[in-house]
């Protein structure tokens, strides 16, 4: 280097520190990081602390992320070939889930909490904004030890930040797990005394409100109550004293609690919640709308906001119709038809679509949309059926042509073109949504996902994606923990009432009595409800039921279409149904549809729920630094 470039290096040095000595220049404050008295001295530095710990609460189902919605066969994974094999030529899940899904253990992220909580009191700015700010990120501590709880059970709870004092001892820093019940219970005392802090603000749903405290309440008490009543029907899957496993005596308070809490909030005292029901005329668009509509949106009590140029996600980009979507990007998760017909009758019968005859002849239907017809309405609000529009274009789902001979035409491409018997001008056979089999991105079982997808313009391209928000508690659910609440607790009257209030929305007119109030009928409801936002894996884990639904069996198809109504029907491989149209000059059924059901090829395995699934792994390297943790059960 020449001397002149020595001088200008030292020319910038002084410029940018002003020549200052040694002794100056080590005791400058820095210029990136603020002291706690900076961060603690302006409401808004405060504030964006804040959010940052909201940005970092953790859910199993993210909209971030479509692959943790896919897994239980409630869809085909049509994402890739690799996706395909990730979830349908395995037999088992790890104990974290495909991916790791079902796995977080980020106790850094408590400790940032436990800073902010102690240190708020010597934060010079008002003190209503003092209380407010420390009661949310108590809120956002629980939230996040009720998901440790879901996913480990008894877990340490830290609620002082741990600092290490280079003794070369860390024993006192190695807190063993509390038991299952007390992480519960401490949720549980944090939201009652929350409920208190917190502002009643119907029309916040993004920050923590006295009526987000009391949903997590009611929650996590009923969740607490059927691990009490039914982990007894798994004893192998118990740890230590408690670690795993809340007593059966505990049951009847949990749900107690959990239904105390939850007609809090159905009666109003935390502000003014509803179900959604703003087209009433079409309750299928009605449904779907619920989990799109952030326009004063009655239902949602708590929701992971988005907002475009700041925070979106893909979810619709990789899961909308293929067909006309902007950039032909689209279809990762089809729907199957394990979830499909479990969406009942609207005579509150069970069914399955109707696809043959009694004497084992197709049946012809003039519509494709007819099959679906007299059903739960949610039937459409969850799934893209044949026949039905998303973003004002219809769906072009089809599998083939059937001729009159019975021979099936069809093709490799989507839209495919081919001459029929008596035409020589080439006609399509096979739809531009697919089906296609052996395929990938397109509609592999005949459905799409529509729950969560985004019908704003720009939603499906990249450049733009959505800005859909994630809901974590709505009033649906309250319903329905209050109905199971009440049913366990041995009001099947009450527990009718509530659960009717959901189904009417979804256009049943023949309520259930309180003797048609079951434990299927309970796990039923949740299940078509809940379908897709991340309840069907809590639900199959505290009825301790996973094992049942998933037993290692291939399914046929008589398998398939029995036992709709049962909490522990199997369906451990996911099927489709394919719309033929029918090509046949002259005939009275020329033009018209019959359905076929079909396992795709790529179906090579049967999932295995093995008792180990129930808790999430503690990684092998949290052991070791901590031998104070007792290792899962069963794992």
Same mark, same amino acid.
């Given at each position: #280097? ?32 603020? =002291? ?18 909201? *940005? ?11 692959? =943790? ?9 049509? +994402? ?16 974290? &889930? ?10 850094g992220y408590i400790r940032e909490m436990n800073l902010f909580i102690q240190r708020m009191p010597q934060a010079t700015i008002p003190e209503n904004l003092i209380r407010t700010y420390t009661a949310e990120a108590r809120y956002l501590r629980a939230a ?22 280079? *003794?070369?001892? %860390? ?34 749903? *993004? ?20 691990? +009490? ?32 809490? +939850? ?34 949106? /009655? ?13 979106t996600h893909g979810y619709t980009v990789s899961n909308q119709p293929r067909f006309g979507a902007e950039e032909e990007e689209g279809g990762a998760m089809n729907p199957s038809l394990n979830l499909a017909q479990s969406f009942e009758l609207l005579d509150?019968?069970?069914? %399955? ?40 274009? %219809? ?26 018997? &008596?035409?020589?001008? /080439? ?17 592999v079982t005949g459905f799409y996902v529509r729950k969560y997808l985004d019908p704003t313009p720009g939603s499906g391209q990249r450049g733009n994606q959505s800005d859909v928000s994630r809901i974590q508690y709505r009033f649906g659910e309250i319903l ?18 509530? #659960? ?37 894996? #809590? ?15 291939? #399914? ?15 369906? =451990? ?17 020329? &033009?018209?549809?019959?359905? =076929?059901?079909?396992? %795709? ?25 901590? /031998?104070?943790?007792?290792?899962? /059960?069963?794992?």
């Open positions: #280097m020449n001397k002149i470039n020595y001088l200008l290096l030292a020319l910038l040095f002084c410029g940018g520190w002003a020549c200052e000595k040694d002794s100056d220049f080590l005791t400058r404050s820095p210029a990136q990081t603020l =002291t706690t008295e900076q961060a603690l001295g302006d409401a808004a530095q405060v504030e964006s602390i804040l959010s940052n710990l909201y *940005s970092r609460q953790f859910s199993i189902v993210r909209l971030n992320d479509w692959g =943790t919605f896919a897994d239980f066969n409630e869809v085909y994974v049509a +994402a890739n070939d690799g996706a395909t094999n990730n979830w349908h030529n395995n037999n088992s899940w790890g104990w974290n &889930g495909t991916n790791g899904y079902w796995g977080t253990w980020d106790y996040y030890y009720y998901e440790l709880a879901k996913l480990f059970g008894g877990v340490p709870i830290i609620l002082e930040p741990l600092t290490y004092d280079f *003794s070369g001892d %860390p024993t006192y820093l190695q807190v063993p797990r509390s038991t299952e019940a007390e992480i519960y219970d401490f949720v549980i005392q944090e939201a009652t005394e929350l409920a208190t802090l917190l502002p009643v603000n119907s029309s916040g749903k *993004s920050r923590a409100t006295a009526g987000a405290a009391l949903a997590m309440k009611a929650q996590a008490a009923v969740y607490a109550g059927s691990l +009490a009543r039914y982990g007894a029907t798994t004893p192998s899957v118990t740890l230590g004293d408690g670690v795993i496993g809340i007593p059966e005596s505990r049951a009847e308070g949990y749900y107690t609690t959990a239904l105390e809490a +939850a007609q809090r909030i159905i009666d109003g005292e935390v502000g003014d919640y509803s179900l959604y029901l703003k087209d009433p005329n079409n309750l299928s668009e009605n449904f779907a709308a619920l989990f799109y509509d952030k326009n004063a949106n /009655p239902e949602v009590i708590y929701q992971e906001e988005y907002l475009l140029k700041f925070k509150n019968t069970f069914a %399955p679509f109707p696809t043959v005859d009694d004497a084992g002849n197709p049946i012809y239907y003039d519509e494709q949309e007819d099959i679906f017809a007299n059903r739960d309405a949610r039937l459409g609000g969850t799934i893209i059926l044949p026949g039905s529009t998303f973003k004002g274009r %219809p769906v072009d789902i089809w599998a083939g042509v059937r001729l009159a001979d019975g021979e099936i035409v069809t093709g490799n491409e989507r839209g495919q073109l081919r001459e029929l018997p &008596g035409s020589n001008v /080439p006609q399509q056979v096979v739809g531009f949504d697919g089906p296609l089999e052996g395929t990938v991105q397109n509609a329905l923990i209050a109905a199971e609440a009440a049913f366990e607790l041995g009001d099947p009257a009450t527990a009718a009432d509530y #659960m009717n209030r959901v189904r009417e929305r979804a256009g049943f007119t023949i309520p259930l009595t309180p003797d048609e109030i079951t434990f299927d009928r309970i796990v039923h409801e949740r299940r078509v409800e809940f379908a897709l936002e991340g309840q069907y894996y #809590m639900d199959l884990k505290r009825f301790r039921i996973a094992h049942e639904v998933f037993d290692g069996a291939a #399914m046929d198809l008589e398998g398939l279409k029995s036992n709709l109504g049962s909490a522990t029907k199997r369906s =451990t491989q996911p099927w489709g149904l394919w719309p033929y149209k029918v090509y046949d000059p002259g005939s009275p059924n020329d &033009g018209k549809w019959y359905y =076929t059901e079909v396992l %795709p090829s790529r179906v090579t395995a049967a999932d295995t729920w093995q008792l180990g699934n129930y808790y999430s792994n503690i990684n092998n390297d949290i052991l070791a630094n901590n /031998p104070a943790l007792l290792r899962q /059960p069963l794992q």
